[in-house]
């Protein structure tokens, strides 16, 4: 399979299209996977040409960058590029519970522990898991800054922030990406942080891609959930019947292009020219080979618009 790779913004980092989520590594709302299983994933990724991982440390409280740690342990530095997120703070003495932290303090050191726990010597990605009101950003980007000059990260993002939160953090330090929810059914990054990315130079790296599952088209409309999906709106009674017929609309569409539903998807929502990046959430091998299959796809302009009006439209065709 052809190793395809984008460059992420303006960074000089050059990645698969396709990143691997690390999201279910943690263990915790996707429900327990076997370690062996999600070694397995990552080792797939590398053969099948994705070389991005996207991870934080609020994955299972730094479980998921130990067992991605763990993964690439002996593999060649420069197959592979690792992204990692921070900002919530654990508080032992608090029974555990969390609380948003991007001060300089928290950052300089909460770096130390991600880097052990992935057994680097620098992230290639430092991100800002989300905003937090309680720090200001100049502090936020002084962290960066250093740990920058120290060697510990190459670039840094940021997670979850709106056009005018990322705008106020570039005014105290570059932002070099941002990752916001965006798939084809979530299209709100479109309107105003799109735009602003793409005239700015900042990378896209998009998450929920596939909405949680739903919008791989394997589902008929009846299943229960076990996990986080089990209170969503969109998986719950009429509301996911609705979806899942809209989305087995795709079905035609994929199979003409030789692709399947998921691969469609990914494909889909990379043509947008914002994106540079489409996360996958991953818990086995195949997940991640079908992810793959969509990097180098084209998706013609009458396949574009035909699919995002088969995912809103009540009137089909």
């Known amino acids: 399979m052809a190793k ?40 797939k990724a590398l053969d099948v040409g994705i070389n991005f991982f996207d991870n934080a440390d609020a994955y299972g409280d730094g479980l998921a960058e130990e067992i991605l740690g763990r993964a690439l342990k002996g ?13 919530h703070h654990w508080l032992p003495e608090r029974n555990n519970q969390r609380v948003p932290d991007l001060s300089y303090d928290y950052l300089v050191w909460e770096c130390e522990q991600s880097l052990r726990r992935l057994g680097l010597e620098t992230i290639d990605l430092y991100q800002a898991h989300a905003f937090e009101v309680f720090t200001h950003p100049e502090e936020t980007a002084r962290a960066f800054e250093v740990l920058k000059q120290q060697g510990k990260i190459r670039y840094a ?31 709100e990054a479109e309107d ?11 990378g896209v ?7 949680y599952g739903l919008l791989t088209g394997k589902f008929q409309g009846d299943e229960t959930f076990d996990d986080l999906r089990k209170t969503h709106p969109m998986f719950q009674g009429e509301e996911f019947k609705k979806n899942v017929s809209r989305i087995n609309r795709l079905r035609p569409i994929a199979e003409a292009n030789g692709m399947t539903v998921t691969q ?19 818990k086995s091998p195949k997940n991640i080979e079908e992810a793959a299959g969509a990097m180098g796809k084209s998706v013609s302009r009458w396949d574009y618009y035909q699919i995002r009006k088969a995912l809103t439209s009540d009137v089909w065709p």
Request: proline share 4%; glycine share 6%.
């Open 4 to 43: 395809e790779r984008v460059q992420l913004g303006n960074t000089a980092l050059m990645v698969s299209p396709v990143c691997f989520g690390c999201w279910q590594m943690g263990q915790t709302f996707w429900g327990t996977v076997p370690e062996e299983d999600l070694v397995a994933a990552v080792h």
């Open 75 to 87: 593999i060649s530095r420069e197959k592979f590029v690792v992204a990692t997120k921070a900002c």
């Open 157 to 187: 993002g940021c997670s979850n922030y709106n056009v005018e939160q990322l705008r106020a953090a570039l005014r105290f330090g570059r932002m070099d990406t941002v990752q916001p929810r965006y798939n084809l059914l979530c299209r």
């Open 192 to 202: 105003e942080l799109f735009p602003f990315c793409m005239a700015e130079g900042i």
């Open 205 to 211: 790296l998009a998450f929920s891609t596939l909405q």
């Open 264 to 282: 469609q998807v990914i494909a889909a929502t990379l043509a947008h020219p914002a994106v540079t990046c489409a996360l996958v959430g991953v």
